[in-house]
């Protein structure tokens, strides 16, 4: 499944338009970025509610094409202008990370 059908399918804000082909290999869900960078795998798609630039620190340093940040979180413009440099696309949810993880699982698997 690719970023662009995540988006469609899980009624997702996208913030910019970057790797929307990319095909996602799974998710992740975490806030701590040490976890993320410890357990996270390329290709999957990383849901937070983290908005600060050090998120798509991260999610480049880690090959995540894509961030869903949950509860319309707002992200710095830092991490949007951080975003754009490095071709990762922000999205946005409505709903709390349990509901966009069980979504997207059902999606997936």
Not at 19 to 38: F, I, K, P, Q
Not at 83 to 106: H, M, P, W
Request: aromatic residues 4%; negative net charge.
């Amino acid at each position: 499944m690719t970023v662009k059908e995540i988006i469609e399918k899980l009624d997702l804000k996208c913030l910019n338009e970057a790797n929307l082909d990319a095909e996602v290999a799974g998710a992740y869900a975490s806030d701590l970025l040490s976890d993320v960078m410890g357990n996270a795998r390329s290709g999957q798609v990383w849901i937070t509610m983290q908005t600060h630039k050090n998120v798509t620190a991260i999610a480049s340093l880690k090959d995540i094409p894509a961030v869903i940040i949950v509860r319309d979180g707002v992200p710095d413009d830092d991490m949007l202008e951080h975003a754009k440099d490095e071709d990762i696309c922000i999205l946005v949810s409505k709903d709390a990370t349990f509901q966009v993880c069980g979504r997207l699982y059902e999606l997936l698997k």
